[in-house]
DNA sequence: TGTACATCAGTGAACGCGCGTTCACTGATGTAC
DNA sequence: TGTACATCAGTGAACGCGCGTTCACTGATGTAC
């Protein structure tokens, strides 16, 4: 689990406890978001398995959304993690290599936490809007580790993509905002292709974790999905 | 909403307004999915709307499951539907043509149904598993129609894609049995690319209806997407 | 065509259950002087 | 260091709500003779 707000010493033994029963909240919301989902995870039930009662969650979550919230930082965060760790690995000038690490670290962070990954990336839960403020920065982590493998790629001269197809005209200006908010140089066909790459690769995580192939269909999964990958790494055109 | 049982004609009254009853069960049904999500698609609810008294409706559908089941069926055949119709205006030889006419016909259909799209293509239900006996036919019918355009492209010959990279060595026993279930003859590469280009296509549609790419970072989302079938068009080679 | 019986749609009450949230409270912990 | 007060975690009862499912029933529709 991603650590909270850090530092438990030199804090009061009160606000330590709170820290840990908080933590607490968070994993035993975990556990009843892979058992019973996100729509019917419920407070009272987080109480019971903390060993509280039902009202006394409310010293430490202001709602039942603001545990969805909780749970939807911490993993974004805990996903955000697992894919810095596996690029840590490999050389900033591996750019296939590092398109792949990434992959493969969305992948086994969601065959391993899929009912989180299903928050994250599945159905929006009824009901629930999840507060930009809080989980924009957590929720773009992956993506902005993405971009930045092209963008080193293209800035090191080593991206050979053919810019046809050409995106249409009126996606110039999309183009241009993403370029200027991601502060990249990267041309709109490469961001365009970038774009792809990234919904192709959580296609791919979703279609697995989800069960869209079938049980019994594919015995090597992860071999299907390391060539889906190279795949991927030649449409932005790295190597 | 597609047809259910077909003939009402030659049949006695009684059985007419029960074919109707059911009907309405599956639209009110799905009105609810949109509103309150499948994990809380509730028979009183749905009793209530048809003007029922609840326990009513257990004359018609024998368990909530089987609520969700009618539901996941119609949805697949409302899409499945969709894509044929599509299809219906371009020319098996155009290829390229056949392939976008699908993508366009998901996105179309998932967007204006989201909701009976994340049943079919979103997080699982927490507790319900699909019959498979029911679901697989109907659940099949545009990753069939998808096989079909890349698979008529190879008997044509006019697929020109590249055989790197390669499989795994180990994909090669799966992708025989789906060589031989799916009656084709596609090589290997071809298919294990065709894997990628459905996965891909629905990514790209979930990734815009599970609203991953942002509010407002996309003016013109159908554009990109556009592009993205452009590119897929590309990655299983035709043209 | 008429009658006797079987089938079926819909009723209303009941079962036992879980939910989110509020509120007044008790007792322990922390802090200012 | 000791005391007085403020803060805070946790309690237990209560609110009003909705859920799936079962069951014995009534009355209308359908069918066999």
């Known amino acids: 689990m991603a650590t909270m707000t850090g530092m438990s010493d030199a804090l009061t033994p009160r606000a330590r406890a709170r820290e840990q029963t908080m933590r607490d909240i968070v994993r035993i919301g975990r556990t009843h978001l892979a058992t019973e989902g996100a729509a019917a995870l419920s407070l009272r039930a987080v109480a019971r398995d903390l060993g509280l009662v039902s009202s006394a969650v409310y010293r430490y979550v202001a709602s039942r959304d603001e545990l969805l919230t909780l749970l939807v930082v911490d993993g974004y965060d805990e996903l955000g993690d697992a894919v810095d760790t596996a690029l840590a690995g490999v050389e900033r000038s591996d750019h296939a290599g590092r398109l792949v690490a990434i992959g493969r670290a969305v992948r ?24 930009a403020e809080r989980t924009t920065g957590p929720g773009t982590r992956v993506v902005t580790r ?84 190279a795949v991927l790494v030649g449409t932005v055109g790295l190597r």
Chains 1, 2 share one sequence.
């Open 108 to 131: 086994a962070w969601a065959l391993a936490e899929p009912a989180t990954y299903a928050l994250l990336f599945g159905s929006p839960v009824p009901g629930y809007v999840a507060p």
């Open 146 to 229: 993405l971009v930045e493998v092209w963008e080193d790629a293209w800035l090191a001269g080593v991206v050979a993509v053919d810019d046809r197809p050409t995106p249409a005209p009126g996606l110039a200006e999309d183009l241009a905002r993403i370029r200027r908010e991601l502060a990249i140089t990267a041309p709109d066909h490469l961001i365009a292709r970038g774009v792809l790459v990234w919904a192709a690769l959580f296609g791919c995580v979703s279609f697995e974790v989800f069960g869209q192939y079938g049980a019994g269909t594919l015995s090597r999964p992860e071999d299907l999905f390391e060539h889906h990958l």
